[in-house]
């Protein structure tokens, strides 16, 4: 018979599950407190939440969001990185204190509900942020349109540069003439 702090457990992991873009599952053993509130703090800056969580729990909340698949993420002592607003800044915060700590492993993980693999989610955190691909994106889209303007300009200053040349071949020869002149 299930307690009631089973159920509220539950219920919290359910929304949790269904509220995050990114959830990265990992193995903690070994990591001292101080090390575990650091990470937090670092997650909590990029809008993620660390959290301990029961297998048996986290599997039934996941069934309860939707989520098939992650039973083989779930063996042992169990940690849970839910990314609620940028996956791939939680990403990288977790990749680099797995590499700083060396003890945290990451298993794999949850991405818009589909399961992926530890390598998945360290190859999200090799990627650019969105701020630099909306940059990228823009001057891609921007740079035929330059193109274009340069192009149908050219003829337009090549009509006044040519023009120009002539009056300053004209005016240079009246000045000459009247020195002459004198």
Do not use: C, H, W
Request: proline share 4%.
């Amino acid at each position: 018979m299930p307690t009631t702090s089973k159920i509220t457990a539950v219920d919290e992991l359910t929304s949790d599950l269904m509220r995050a873009q990114l959830t990265i599952v990992a193995d903690y053993r070994g990591l001292k407190v101080s090390d575990l509130q650091g990470f937090r703090t670092a997650l909590r800056a990029s809008g993620a939440r660390f959290r301990v969580a029961k297998n048996t729990l986290t599997l039934i909340a996941a069934n309860q969001a939707g989520i098939t698949g992650l039973d083989g993420l779930l063996k042992g002592p169990t940690a849970l990185v839910l990314a609620y607003d940028d996956p791939v800044t939680t990403s990288r915060v977790t990749s680099d204190f797995a590499r700083t700590s060396r003890i945290l492993a990451v298993r794999g993980g949850v991405l818009n509900n589909r399961v992926v693999s530890g390598s998945d989610i360290e190859a999200l955190a090799t990627m650019p942020s969105r701020e630099v691909l909306q940059g990228r994106l823009v001057g891609m889209l921007a740079s035929p349109m330059s193109r274009a303007v340069g192009v149908l300009g050219g003829p337009g200053r090549s009509v006044a540069y040519l023009l120009q040349a002539r009056a300053d071949q004209l005016g240079a020869g009246t000045p000459a003439d009247e020195v002459a002149a004198d």
